[in-house]
T-cell receptor, first 112, second 112 residues
């Protein structure tokens, strides 16, 4: 089973920041937190990942708490095209496995 | 680069028929995986490979076989299709255990 907990759905106004929370209380020290999203009927798309430091790229920011038991994905200026299911994933296994187990995700609805 | 390609895009089978879902990537990635996604669900890992000649089972391997004879190709075989295998199948690849995972466009399979 996936080792993350996310709210099933969230709404966000267009142009505002979308903050998507994720709990991963059983994460171990060498496991990364990944975020992917899936726009309707398409294959999932990588967004960002991190270990313990906050990360930022052109799509989003990832804030990981100091104890690493939770994280937040931030889309700074959400647009209608950001409407999607967002998956928070903890990398399972170590060494050469690196499997990604997907949970139910959060459906983000960006509204005009 | 074409990225990750999957064929066919759609397929209808009768119970008991066999078929192979094709997946290819041109990014020289070591890791390849197969996932299935059922309506309203997240992705579930079927099988994965960390290199040519090496495969392993994921969460839901029963009813599926894989092989990895080349770096580029990772076909998924259904030996005797069942209605429970009706799903959307995604193939993915990545360079290393902590890298970004690239997904194909998916194959929509219906088993009658």
């Amino acid at each position: 089973d996936a080792k993350t907990t996310q709210p099933p759905s969230m709404d966000c106004a267009e142009g505002r920041a979308a903050n998507l929370p994720c709990n991963h209380s059983t994460i171990s020290g060498n496991e990364y937190v990944y975020w992917y999203r899936q726009i309707h009927s398409q294959g999932p798309q990588y967004i960002i990942h991190g270990l313990k430091n906050n990360e930022t790229n052109e799509m989003a920011s990832l804030i990981i708490t100091e104890d690493r038991k939770s994280s937040t994905l931030i889309l700074p200026h959400a647009t209608l095209r950001d409407t999607a299911v967002y998956y928070c994933i903890v990398r399972v296994g170590s060494g050469n496995t690196g499997k990604l187990i997907f949970g139910q995700g959060t459906t983000l609805q960006v509204k005009p | 680069n074409a990225g990750v390609t999957q064929t066919p895009k759609f397929q209808v089978l009768k119970t008991g028929q066999s078929m192979t879902l094709q997946c290819a990537q041109d990014m020289n990635h070591e890791y390849m995986s197969w996932y299935r996604q059922d309506p309203g669900m997240g992705l579930r890992l079927i099988h994965y490979s960390v290199g040519a000649g090496i495969t392993d089972q994921g969460e839901v391997p029963n009813g599926y076989n894989v092989s990895r004879s080349t770096t580029e190709d990772f076909p998924l075989r259904l030996l005797s299709a069942a209605p429970s295998q009706t799903s959307v199948y995604f193939c993915a690849s990545k360079q290393g255990p902590s890298g970004e995972q690239f997904f194909g466009p998916g194959t929509r399979l219906t088993v009658l």
